[in-house]
Nanobody, 123 residues
């Protein structure tokens, strides 16, 4: 079994930056995709970014391009989502997840999920 724990979410002001973390524990995985998704109240879960754990290749959703950066620390088994120039539209619960089949953007392709971390952005 794989366990994911997100952290770093909090209340920030518009224009601020925030770094989210996702700690991976449990079963050892060598090749997978770590994705970040977000969900605001009343909205569907939205793909934010993903990274290949083995190759370090990143992918970004439209909302993240140019403002967010995804990274990972293999030695510490932690993934990161650096978010810059936050706006109130970025407010949501942010989830990290793991896909074992190579899929990138579809939430249904991810097998393991964290419980989420709340990001609130005041205007």
């Amino acid at each position: 079994q794989v366990r994911l724990v997100e952290s770093g979410g909090r209340l920030v002001q518009a224009g601020d930056s925030l770094r989210l973390s996702c700690a991976v524990s449990g079963q050892t995985l060598s090749s997978f995709i770590m994705g970040w998704f977000r969900q605001a109240p009343g909205k569907q879960r939205e793909f934010v970014a993903a990274i290949s754990w083995s190759s370090d290749s990143p992918w970004y959703g439209d909302a993240a391009k140019g403002r967010f950066t995804i990274a990972r620390d293999i030695a510490k088994n932690v993934g990161f989502l650096q978010m810059n120039r936050l706006t109130p539209e970025d407010a949501a619960t942010y989830y990290c997840a793991i896909s074992l089949d190579g899929a990138i953007t579809a939430p249904s392709s991810y097998s393991y999920w964290g419980r989420g971390t709340q990001v609130t952005v005041s205007s």
